[in-house]
């Protein structure tokens, strides 16, 4: 079953949409497939209201999320003034890096997410932790407002859904989630493109640095963590970028002992990006908090700057290890 949005939120969306002259659509940095899934979403239906927008991201559309319908539209810089933003997928203001600017300078604010908050920005928050992707939520409030589902907003939509997911594999995973999968199917998301460009088109230069991963991942805790370091030289080296290293810490995950993975990415000198998964009720956000980061419980990312590589990791793991400990 799909659950409904409640009727005042739906009539404090529809206050803000009816005193908008443009919209201003942006999510966060480093954009995956829920974040820029859910933006165009919210595109393709004020296509339908016939409402001016332009959509911004800090970060351009990664290469395998550029099959998206609309994804050109998706711009990095903007020269105009909007009346109203719309936020998906974003806990905090600062992770819309240098787009956050446009936002601030809008009359008001709609956030639409699924994290547990770290602020709480926005006159209107369509906000819920236990939902598995923002895109889901935005499911909800299109149907709860009898939007017509285009197959291009379906697509869109999917793809969030299926990516937050892990192909509906990981825990956050809830009954609903195949319920809006095979609704949107319904609607004429195209499954065979999403799998397609989304799972199974990896580049030459991607596979060869996930090759390079795999044969240098070190086991701590009785290999009951997973780690590995991309350093800037690894990135030059086999020609690869860092949006190239999508869905890798999920392969360090999958060592049948490992309960905890962490994947830090050099992608430019003096700053190192870390990516945490876990297995069950291992709460990496906990940890990634500790360090300026956040996410899910078994999902979360931080980023350290001008801090040696290694010597962040050793921090990171001496963490995690006590995560472990009273896990």
Request: net charge negative.
């Amino acid at each position: 079953m799909i659950e409904s949005i409640q009727t005042d939120v739906l009539e404090a969306f529809l206050g803000f949409l009816s005193t908008a002259e443009s919209v201003i659509i942006g999510t966060h940095l480093n954009p995956d497939g829920d974040a820029i899934g859910s933006a165009l979403a919210v595109a393709h239906f004020l296509d339908g209201l016939a409402i001016p927008y332009e959509v911004v991201c800090h970060h351009p559309v990664p290469k395998n999320l550029r099959f998206l319908p609309g994804a050109a539209r998706v711009s990095t810089v903007t020269n105009q003034k909007h009346s109203l933003g719309i936020v998906v997928d974003l806990d905090a203001f600062d992770r819309l890096g240098t787009t956050e600017p446009y936002f601030r300078a809008c009359d008001h604010i709609v956030v639409v997410d699924h994290h547990v908050p770290i602020e709480a920005p926005g006159d209107l928050r369509i906000v819920d932790p236990e939902a598995p992707a923002t895109s889901l939520i935005l499911t909800r409030l299109f149907r709860s407002l009898k939007a017509p589902f285009t197959p291009a907003m379906a697509t869109c939509l999917f793809t969030g859904l299926t990516t937050d997911t892990g192909s509906f594999r990981f825990r956050n995973t809830n009954p609903e989630s195949f319920d809006v999968g095979g609704y949107l199917l319904d609607c004429g998301a195209d499954l065979e493109l999403i799998a397609q460009e989304v799972f199974m088109n990896r580049p030459l230069e991607s596979t060869r640095l996930l090759g390079h991963v795999l044969s240098t991942m070190q086991l701590e805790a009785d290999g009951q963590i997973c780690w590995a370091l991309i350093m800037n030289k690894d990135f030059l080296d086999f020609g690869a970028k860092d949006e190239d290293t999508e869905g890798f810490v999920n392969e360090l995950l999958a060592v049948d002992t490992v309960k905890i993975a962490v994947l830090a990415r050099e992608s430019k000198p003096g700053r190192v990006r870390y990516s945490l998964r876990s297995r069950k009720g291992i709460d990496v956000a906990k940890v990634a908090q500790e360090f300026g980061g956040g996410g899910h419980v078994n999902a979360a990312g931080l980023s350290l700057i001008d801090l040696d590589p290694q010597l962040g990791m050793a921090q990171v793991i001496e963490s995690l290890k006590k995560c472990l400990a009273s896990s």
